[in-house]
């Protein structure tokens, strides 16, 4: 059994604002990813000095505010979360942080904006809203990165459930996720592994 706790101790505390986040979140129960895989994404963030970067599933915001504090001078995240609520939430932590100017929040279901979006170049595309939508979101996304580009995913361990023997009990989301990681890791334009961070993060990248 590998000791997280010990990695917990090891760390840098997150800023006072993420941690307020995090406290926040879990008191009103809105779901993020966990703090690890924040760092995870703020490392690859500094790593790629990611410019350009494209988040479906925003809720609170604490992913958001994790990648918007490690962006380059002239970086930008376009977040898209059709919650009106949530996002309003996101977007004063972002302010209080001083880079709200950095963020685009866009209250609109990922699957049409993504058919109308034009953007290309993207450095990061990081996943995380319907489950049942990630095959058509990972289609949708894979032309809008660049060579190189990542695309980054989470749940792809659903609390450990994906390993399990499958059920006719399973959930939709829990069915949709097995199907996922088949096509994701199989993907021919990707490069791409699943890590054992968080719920499981899944990191691709564009070789095609
Ligand atoms: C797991 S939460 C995102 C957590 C966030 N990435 C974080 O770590 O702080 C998933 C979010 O996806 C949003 N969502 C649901 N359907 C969506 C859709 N069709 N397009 C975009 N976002 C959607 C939900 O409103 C919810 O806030």
Redesign the pocket.
Known sequence: MRDLSYLTRLHREPSPLLLELEQQ?TYDG????DRA??RLLSTLVHAMMANRIL??????????LWMALALPPAGHIWT????VE?TAV?HAYLERAGVADKVDIIN????E?LEMWSQRNIDII?I???KT?YPAYLELAIPMLKRSGLVVI??LLWSGEAGAEPSSRDSADLRAVRDFNKLFLHHPQLDATIVPVGDGIGIGARIE
Do not use: W
């Open positions: 979140s809105i779901p993020s990813v895989s924040g988040e479906i599933g925003t809720a609170y915001g604490y992913s958001t898209i979360d059709p919650d949530r996101a609109q279901p990922a699957l904006v990081f995380d809203a319907e939508e989470d749940n």
